[in-house]
Nanobody
Framework: VQLQASGGGLVQAGASLRLSCAAS????????MGWFRQAPGKEREFVAS????????YYADSVKGRFTISRDNAKNTVYLQMNSLNTEDTAIYYC?????????????????WGQGTEVTVSS
């Protein structure tokens, strides 16, 4: 199973970015997907997750109302639309594929991980 994250970059505070994660090697539509992030010197933290069908989503309080997770099962891709970015959003963002079709808000609920894409927000 491979998860390829992309879309990171350097932006100014208040800007938007859209991350993508392309999956291969398993039946993408059967599994929940999630995004996590790890800032320098901090532990990896949950950002957002989505069920296999896309009917339910969950967000960390810190991104609720600013970030939107979505998926396109026909393209085997999950997205993270990030709006109103601030410097605290600076981190490496990882996509992950869950063990099951539901959602998990902790890392141990995910079986496969992508390599990460770096997001840097300047003030």
């Amino acid at each position: 199973v491979q998860l390829q994250a992309s879309g990171g970059g350097l932006v100014q505070a208040g800007a938007s970015l859209r991350l993508s994660c392309a999956a291969s090697g398993r039946t993408f539509s059967r599994y929940g997907m999630g995004w996590f992030r790890q800032a320098p010197g901090k532990e990896r933290e949950f950002v957002a997750s989505i069920t296999w069908s896309g009917d339910r989503t969950y967000y960390a309080d810190s991104v609720k109302g600013r970030f939107t997770i979505s998926r396109d099962n026909a393209k085997n891709t999950v997205y993270l639309q990030m709006n109103s970015l601030n410097t605290e959003d600076t981190a490496i963002y990882y996509c992950a594929s869950a063990y099951f079709g539901g959602v998990a808000t902790v890392a141990r609920g995910y079986e496969y991980w992508g390599q990460g894409t770096e997001v840097t927000v300047s003030s």
